[in-house]
Nanobody, 125 residues
């Protein structure tokens, strides 16, 4: 069973930045793509970004393109989501999860398996 633990969430002003981290079970990054999802209060969970193994392929939801950057460090078993130019509508609980592939069309929660517990992000206006 793959274990994932998110961290790095917090409160930030509109226009600010945060970097989320996802610690993944050892060796899991050798086999799985990792995705970031978010769920705002009263809304469905939506895909944000995902990344495959080496060479890394990435995908982003239209709402975050040009603002968010996903990366991975296989040596440290970590996946990061750098979030810049944050907006109040980015407020949500952010989750990382595993999948067998990554593409814009695969940013659907039903295609992801193991999930972390989430880290909350609040962007104030």
């Amino acid at each position: 069973q793959v274990q994932l633990v998110e961290s790095g969430g917090g409160l930030v002003q509109s226009g600010g930045s945060l970097r989320l981290s996802c610690a993944v079970s050892r060796f899991a990054l050798d086999y799985y793509a990792i995705g970031w999802f978010r769920q705002a209060p009263g809304k469905e969970r939506e895909g944000v970004s995902c990344i495959t193994g080496s060479p890394a392929t990435t995908a982003y939801a239209d709402s975050v393109k040009g603002r968010f950057t996903i990366s991975r460090d296989n040596r440290r078993n970590m996946v990061y989501l750098q979030m810049n130019t944050l907006k109040p509508e980015d407020t949500a609980v952010y989750y990382c999860a595993t999948s067998v592939g990554c593409s814009e069309s695969r940013l659907t929660q039903s295609l992801f398996n193991a999930w972390g517990q989430g880290t909350p992000v609040t962007v104030s206006s």
